[in-house]
């Protein structure tokens, strides 16, 4: 079955740095999405980026990018030039044909951008 | 463009009283439809899916239901509630049997159960 890691349970950084949040998944699997989601302190979950694993080059969304490692079935999210509003809990999800393409998430990262 | 509306965003409910939880889809037709809890500070629970009219997959057995009478309208229902059903509750939707665009989620509901 598959599996969402995320072996952060929080993290801070100083306003305008950056920061990364790790992900990592298990799957046999060898075509399936991933995602970034944000949750702010309103709950309401909103999509920040998605990478299609058959494409090499890595998502970006403006100041959100990925690293995507799919030998190693990494999936981490940098920030750039990070601003108060991206405090938020951030979940990474996995989904594939063997899960019916339902969304497998992980425990998720409390971000907290002090500043 | 799709949408999804989901209310009230706000409840408080006695112990034992029914529950109803609405959520509609703008949009998109033959959707997935999910409903999902989560507890404060924690992840998201799948409680129910749906592939279709009539159609409901149940992840956890407890005490809530979901039906979906309409192809864009899932609710989720109690008879009775328990102080364990306080938590915030989301629908979100997806489109049937692709991965692409992942889930949209709809502003979510708080309960809460004294």
């Known amino acids: 079955a598959q599996t969402v890691t995320q072996s952060q349970p929080e993290m801070s950084v100083q306003e305008a740095e950056t920061v990364t949040l790790s992900c990592t998944y298990d799957t046999s699997e060898n075509n399936y999405y991933l995602f970034w989601y944000k949750q702010p302190p309103s709950r309401q979950m909103i999509l920040v980026i998605r990478?299609?694993?058959?494409k090499q080059q890595n998502a970006t969304e403006n100041r959100f990018s990925v690293n995507f490692q799919k030998a190693a079935k990494s999936f981490s999210l940098k920030i750039s030039d990070s601003q108060l509003g991206d405090t938020a809990m951030y979940f990474c999800a996995f989904m594939g044909q063997d899960s019916n393409y339902q969304l497998i998430w992980g425990a998720g990262t409390k971000l907290i951008i002090k500043p | 463009s799709q949408t999804i509306h989901q209310w009230p965003a706000t409840l408080v409910q006695p112990v034992g009283s029914p529950l109803s939880l609405e959520c509609t889809v703008e949009g998109t037709s033959n959707p997935n439809l999910y409903w999902y809890r989560q507890a404060a500070g924690r992840g998201l629970q799948l409680l129910f899916y749906?592939?279709?009219?009539?159609?409901i997959s149940s992840e956890v057995p407890q005490n809530l239901s979901a039906s979906r009478p309409q192809d864009r309208q899932f609710i989720l229902s109690s008879k009775k509630l328990l102080l364990s059903d306080s938590g915030f509750y989301l629908c979100a939707w997806s489109v049937l049997r692709q991965g692409s665009g992942g889930y949209t989620f709809g502003s979510g509901t708080r309960l809460t159960v004294v």
């Open positions: 990478q299609e694993a058959y």
């Open positions: 749906s592939v279709g009219i009539g159609q």
